[in-house]
């Protein structure tokens, strides 16, 4: 068995060593000082259960920190219990408590209420009869379906009020102006 020349460790001998790892990981691949750490977290957790003596679970360690890929290091800990290592979280369905709830459809009355309302601006009032008619006809839905756009409608309501309110003030106070002008020419 050959081995590059630029491995600087010497290759398992005999053929009572350990197999290679051959995990999802590169054997060949460099380690890393996590890698390290776990394997000595295997170690000693299989020299705290029993599983090795002390000679040997000295001569282990100090061969994982000296190891320089992964390999070499999943040979140490081929014979144990592979310790703290992540396990797959099981698929379990989320009660439907915890599950968000889909959002509910926006009442299509409630959004044209708003749209009138907002309209009663640029159109003087002209569409604040449609936005309160709109605005109760979508409350009253939204309460009996339970739709969404409760918000919208009120908004709504309120403006096509304030609107309709205005033209009420304006209209009674040129009446008032008509009368009196009449008053005072005859």
């Known amino acids: 068995m050959t081995h590059p020349s630029w491995q600087p460790w010497p290759p398992w001998q005999g ?7 051959s995990g999802p990981s590169a054997p060949s691949m460099l380690a890393s000082h996590a890698d390290r750490e776990r394997a000595v977290d295997v170690l000693r957790a299989g020299y705290g259960e029993g599983r ?4 040997e679970f000295e001569k282990r360690v100090t061969r994982a920190y000296t190891a320089r890929t992964v390999g070499e290091l999943a040979l140490l800990v081929s014979d144990l219990p592979q310790g703290p290592m992540p396990q797959p979280a099981p698929v379990t369905p989320v ?20 749209v009138c ?13 449609p936005a309160v008619v709109l605005g109760h006809a979508a409350r009253t839905e939204i309460r009996r379906t339970g739709q969404g756009g409760d918000a919208l409608a009120l908004t709504g309501l309120v403006l096509g009020w304030l609107s309709t309110a205005g033209w009420v003030v304006l209209l009674t106070l040129l009446m ?9 020419a005859g």
């Open 52 to 55: 090795l003596e002390q000679p």
């Open 176 to 184: 008032v102006a008509a009368a009196v002008s009449e008053s005072g």
């Open 15 to 21: 053929s009572s060593a350990p197999q290679p790892w």
């Open 95 to 114: 009660p439907g408590t915890f599950l968000a709830s889909p959002r509910p459809q926006t009442n299509s009355k409630a959004v044209g209420s708003a």
């Open 117 to 129: 309302g907002v309209l009663c601006l640029v159109s003087f009032g002209l569409t604040g009869i």
